[in-house]
């Protein structure tokens, strides 16, 4: 049976409206069994009138009560059935319900570190379509579970008290389903995943090849590419063709166990009655009852489906909620009173991804003066990110501190620590409404004049001018209307808007042509600059050039820090740097 | 080397393969053909057509089979209680087990021959949507990301095969198994059979005559889903925003009011799906009773013997067995409806692009490129594909349509055969436009672009894959070995020596990054290329257009994610590297613009500017804007 325990959790809550569910499942049962019985007394009538040779319209007179019974029962049972519908959905809109909301909650509790490493497919798969398959497991698959135990049980103890062979019969054949079922997943366990594996890993080829058609087109290969997934798909139907006829054998099982359990234990009835060992309508009754024992087996079968989805979306949904979150809030942590702007410390820090054989920061110590901008410099790969992560705490050292005006990020509040910083990444995620709800969603007391000054500083004036309701134009899905280069400038002019005393730019500007990143640096180091202590991650030697501070990475370590010129001057990574950049102009003859 | 047309309904590809395979590619239904629909099934069929028509034969064999033991059994049990010996019973019992033994082979024929056919119309349908995309991607699918498009399509195509090989199979069943059972029925007594058939009848119209409702319901669910796709989403994308701005509360509202829309439209749509439930679940006791009633009846007449009172019955319940099967899976109908809509946008979307041409560029070292009085401007919304809010993390847009994608405005420009030369302008001036349309990701609307002084819409895909190479702004690896995806871009079928390989590899200076991976070649990039930098991602992909013996090669901002010493590493290889070849490259930075021999300069569409960095600086204002700020930078830094 498909049944997990962290649904089973959320499931209590809505364990009136299931119990109701059951119970109506198994009054409509209740109501074709009855419905059996009347019409059993219905043939059994009319055979006796028949057999006795009596006149017809005693016949059908006697008849009719049973059929009126039989009919009376069979809408009941509509009724019922339309009725447990209802209790069903109910119940598992209330457990979806729940299961949403707490996703929600525990996903911010994750925080942005989670967000960073997980793909936003996979939590929307989860959050979305994954509890929406839950509807009909928790209202259709379990409650149908209960009902399946419940009533061929029963039934078969009625099939006793009239023959016990058939009884038995009929109780082996309803056993051999789940039996032969779990079987056979055993047997073929391995073989069947490995079935799955290859089909599944076709998928993903396909998906692959489909989401980089362009890439083939400019490469002239869609038509190899087209051929060779056809001829993949040949290869798999034949490799796995085989194994998929063994798989499927448990069909043989089931229908062998549903016909022969019927059909059989009628035809043994017959026998009994041939016998004089049965009354004709106990011989009728089973007729009539038999297929009712397997109905509810049948019922389960077609709600399989919903089953299987339902548990592997509550194994999604458990191993999202069981994530622990990669930072949390020491139970004593409280609020540090903090300058404005802060300095910032990093002590001898160490930090390794989980699953990376190097550390991404080795031993890294270094002093942000309240204020000041420090600028952060390196190859890729050389942990510029990290150290930012770390800054901002999205991730905890392994080993060292990171402190704000002496106090360990650790021991602070994660809500004071929030509001003390902003990020303006590469990658910027705007939120569905106009560009001005955007900025303004992070002071939501900032008046009309401190926004805009925000909106000339990040140079989203003159990028509005190109929209066709300026300010007031819709940023879509995502900010899906703007480009990577107008985003950013919007999430600059948010992070300037919240003045939080410590703003990281990690590649912010990477996006913006020359002449607008300039002037967004311009802004960055213009009036109000010495409220906050800035941080910048950049490739771009001109962003970083008038920092007060440049550090140096490389390989996770701090090879030099210092101020720009004096760095310059002392010949190490920085002045080859700039070298570098200089050799590649000298040769065009740009600097003179 | 004479390549055959890429595309066109008339002529057959002409691959080594002279037997399509029952799996093997075919060509899409023609154009407005309704996919969910007898010709749109015949189509998909194609080569399946035997195997499907075995289905439905076997799911009827099966049901009358089935019917026929409880009849049998039925029938036994009725000369039982009239009397007849036990001794009588064992033609009946044979029968029933003969009966079971047909019923439970015909069942595992189906399930298996049916998921044979299951496979082979999953393959078909994917690879209509491998060619149609092919055909349009990227300029035919508007604003559109190539991956988000195949996503959703995909998950479309899962929808459209299900109903292709499951569902179709059961209407064509219940077309079949009904009036043959209701024939059986009409042997025992025909009156019987005619008073069952208004029962059967209803089990036919109560899905149909809901089924505007269903419709109506389900497309309200699926757009509320949507919407609450797109939420969350944009939750998983600013946590930091939201946690920071501290917008929690308000986030987790606008969440829970969706769920409770979307539970309202739930509790609507279940009122008429519990009616379908209802009818489902009584039509057989249903027709059992009305059996009853009128056998009854007849069996007192004297017109029936009373021994097939009870196999009547039992067979009037079985009569609706092929209708509830279909009833059964008519559930999703309206997600099937909506997926085939999608789908059918997609194969049935004009070309774009057409690349059915032959000619071939002249032989040659490299290839001058030009274009002349070219405009063009990015078809707006070309399909009517669902903008939902897939992972736009997977996305290949390359030089496609973006959101803010500019026009073209009367372009004339001649690039000399083994020149350098950048493009230079700022965001949003035309420049990856322009780099799309000298690959032909799309054609222009006025005027044309030239390679070897030959129109590019008239060379073959192959001619203009080795004319022109693009390494676009945002690579995509395949998720597949290093090799794999180097090879991609060879024709041959001899894989070249692995010294080939590493050359191209350290023209792109990336020879040094495979050599320490584990696997070095064969090492798997992650899904997307996700393992390696935004900036190895785009020295692969360079590899692979070196690779690719390309003889124009436009890099579009290829080296932006690169650091300066790598830039300047990758710029000296691949002037070093022998092979002649014309590069044009888009760039903002000034130390690429520098490499150039020359550089044009783009504004809101139009060339502003064509010259050397020292005239450009004394003529061209926007090259001024553009790059004083780098200069100043760099004049302000102490000199060494």
């Known amino acids: ?592 | 080397m004479s390549h055959p047309p890429a595309t066109g309904v008339s002529h057959p590809p002409a691959t080594g393969v002279s037997n399509p395979s029952a799996t093997g590619a075919s060509n899409p239904p023609a154009t407005g053909t309704p996919l969910l629909s007898f010709d749109g099934l015949r189509v998909a069929l194609g080569p399946s057509q035997p195997l499907f028509a075995v289905c439905v034969l076997l799911n009827l064999v099966s049901a009358v089979a089935g019917a026929a033991a409880a009849a049998l059994g039925a029938w036994a049990v009725s000369r039982a209680i009239l009397g007849a010996p036990a001794d009588d019973l064992w033609l009946p019992a044979v029968l029933v087990a003969g009966c079971v033994v047909v019923r439970t082979i015909a069942v595992w024929l189906e399930a298996w021959l049916s998921h044979a056919v299951s496979f082979q119309m999953m393959a078909r349908v994917r690879g209509w949507i491998f060619a149609s995309l092919a055909r349009i991607a990227p300029a035919g699918l508007a604003r559109r990301r190539a991956g988000d498009v195949a996503t959703t399509t995909l998950t479309d195509s899962e929808a459209l095969e299900i109903f292709y090989a499951h569902t179709s199979i059961y209407i064509a069943s219940s077309v079949v198994t009904t009036p043959v059972l209701l024939a059986g029925l009409a042997v025992i007594d025909p009156a019987v059979a005619v008073a069952v058939a208004p029962v059967l009848v209803l089990a036919c119209v109560a899905p149909l005559l809901l089924r505007r409702a269903a419709i109506r319901h389900g497309q309200a669910i699926r757009e509320t889903l949507a919407e609450l796709g797109a939420e969350v989403t944009e939750n998983v994308g600013a946590v930091r925003e939201i946690v920071g701005y501290g917008l929690t509360a308000r986030r987790e509202e606008r969440i829970r009011h969706l769920d409770e829309k979307l539970g309202r439209l739930q509790v609507a749509n279940t009122r008429r799906a519990g009616l379908e439930t209802g009818v489902a679940g009584v039509v057989a006791t249903l027709g059992v009773v009305v059996a009853g009633a009128v056998g009854g009846w007849k069996v007192g007449d004297g017109s029936l013997a009373p021994e097939l009172l009870a196999p009547a019955m039992t067979l009037a319940g079985y009569a609706p067995s092929a209708l509830l099967q279909l009833i059964g899976v008519s559930r999703h109908s309206g997600t099937t409806r909506q997926a085939a809509e999608r789908i059918a946008a997609l194969l049935y979307a004009p070309t774009p692009v057409d690349r059915s041409g032959t000619g071939t560029v002249p032989d040659g070292d490299t290839v001058g490129l030009a274009a002349e009085r070219v405009s063009f401007t990015w078809p707006r919304a070309a399909n009517a594909m669902r903008d939902d809010a897939q992972d736009a993390a997977q996305a290949d847009t390359h030089a496609g349509p973006g959101p803010d994608a500019p026009t073209l405005q009367e372009i004339d420009l001649r690039i000399d055969a083994g020149e350098n030369v950048a493009i230079a302008g700022r965001s949003g001036a035309g420049k990856s436009t322009f780099a799309a349309l000298l690959a032909r990701l799309a054609d222009p609307d006025d005027g044309a672009v030239l390679a070897a002084d030959v129109d590019l819409r008239e060379l073959s895909a192959e001619s203009m894959a080795a004319a022109v190479g693009l390494v676009p702004q945002d690579v995509f690896l395949f998720h597949d070995t290093i090799r794999s995806n180097l090879l991609l871009a060879l024709t041959d079928e001899t894989p070249p020596e692995d010294e080939t390989l590493w050359r191209a590899l350290e023209t792109a200076q990336i020879d040094s990054l495979v050599r320490s991976l584990p696997a070095g070649l064969d090492t798997v990039v992650g899904e997307r290329g996700a393992t390696l930098s935004g900036g190895e991602r785009q020295r692969l992909a360079l590899a692979r257009a070196i690779l690719s013996g390309t003889r124009a090669l436009v890099l579009d901002e290829t080296v932006s994610q690169l650091d300066v010493a790598n830039e300047r590493g990758v710029r000296d290889a691949l002037a070093a590297d022998t092979s002649e070849r014309t590069t044009v490259v888009i760039a903002h930075r000034l130390s690429t613009l520098l490499g150039a021999e020359r550089i044009v300069v783009l504004d809101r569409g139009r060339v502003v500017g064509d010259g050397t960095h020292d005239q450009l600086l004394d003529s061209c204002a926007t090259y001024r804007d553009l790059v004083e700020p780098q200069l100043a930078a760099l004049r302000s830094s102490p000199r060494m």
């Open chain 1, 1 to 592: 049976m498909l049944i997990n325990r962290t649904v089973l959790r959320f499931v209590t809550s809505a364990r009136g409206h299931l119990a109701l569910t059951v119970l109506l499942g198994l009054a409509a049962s209740a109501a074709a069994v009855g419905t059996a019985f009347a019409l059993a007394e219905v043939v059994a009538r009319v055979l006796s009138a028949s057999a006795a040779g009596s006149d017809a319209g005693r016949e059908l007179g006697d008849a009719l009560a049973p059929l009126a019974v039989a009919a009376a029962l069979t809408l009941t049972r509509a009724g019922l059935l339309w009725w447990r519908d209802q209790c069903a959905v109910r119940a598992a809109i209330d457990v979806k319900h729940r299961v949403r909301a707490r996703l929600v909650r525990h996903l911010f509790a994750l925080g942005p570190a989670h967000a960073r490493r997980t793909r936003s497919g996979g939590v929307q798969a989860t959050l979305v379509d994954g509890v929406e398959h839950l509807q009909a497991y928790v209202g259709f698959y379990l409650p149908q579970v209960v009902v399946s135990l419940v009533v061929p049980a029963t039934l078969v103890g009625i099939l006793a008290t009239r023959d016990v062979a058939v009884a038995v019969l009929v109780a082996v054949g309803v056993l051999s389903v789940p039996i032969a079922q779990r079987l056979w997943k055993r047997l073929l366990g391995e073989r069947a995943d490995v079935h799955w594996k290859a089909f599944e890993s076709y998928a993903a080829r396909i998906a692959d090849t489909l989401a980089g058609i362009v890439t083939l087109i400019s490469l002239g290969a869609t038509r190899r590419a087209g051929q060779r997934l056809a001829e993949q798909a040949e290869q798999l139907r034949a490799a796995t063709s085989a194994n998929l006829r063994a798989s499927l054998g448990v069909y043989i099982v089931t229908a062998t166990a549903m016909s022969a359990g019927t059909a059989g234990a009628t035809v043994l009835a017959a026998v009994h009655a041939a016998q004089g060992s049965l009354r004709p309508s106990d011989v009728l009754l089973v007729l009539f009852l038999a297929a009712e024992c397997f109905r509810p087996l049948q019922d389960l079968q077609t709600y399989w489906h919903e089953g299987f989805y339902g548990l592997s979306a509550a194994r999604g949904i458990a191993q999202l909620l069981d994530t622990p979150p990669v930072v949390a809030e020491r139970p004593d942590a409280a609020p540090a009173s903090l300058r404005t702007p802060p300095a910032l410390s990093v002590d001898d820090v160490t930090y390794r991804y989980p699953g990376a054989t190097q550390p991404a920061l080795r031993e890294v110590s270094l002093q942000i003066p309240a204020g000041s901008t420090v600028a952060v410099v390196g190859p890729s790969g050389a942990g510029k990110s990290t150290l930012v992560q770390l800054l901002l705490r999205d991730l905890d050292p392994d080993s060292g501190t990171v402190a704000i005006d002496g106090h360990d990020l650790r021991d602070l509040p994660l809500n004071q620590l929030r509001r003390t910083t902003a990020l303006v990444a590469q990658d910027v995620v705007l939120l569905d409404g106009s560009v001005w709800d955007n900025i303004r969603l992070a002071a939501p007391d900032a008046d009309d004049a401190q926004i805009m000054a925000a909106v000339r500083a990040a140079r989203v004036d003159e990028l509005a001018d190109s929209l066709p309701n300026g300010l007031d134009t819709p940023v879509g899905e995502r900010g899906g209307t703007l480009s990577g280069g107008q985003r950013q400038r919007v999430a600059l002019a948010r992070a300037l808007v919240a003045r939080a005393p410590v703003l990281v730019l990690d590649e912010a500007t990477s996006a913006l042509d020359a002449e607008n990143e300039a002037l967004v640096t311009e802004a960055l180091h213009g009036p109000g600059a010495d409220a906050r202590t800035t941080i910048v991650v950049a490739h771009r030697l001109s962003t970083v050039a008038r920092s007060d501070l440049i550090v140096v990475l490389d390989a996770g370590r701090v090879v030099e820090a210092g101020p720009p010129a004096e760095l310059a001057r002392m010949g190490g990574a920085w002045a080859r740097m700039l070298q570098i950049q200089r050799a590649s102009l000298q040769t065009a003859g740009a600097v003179r």
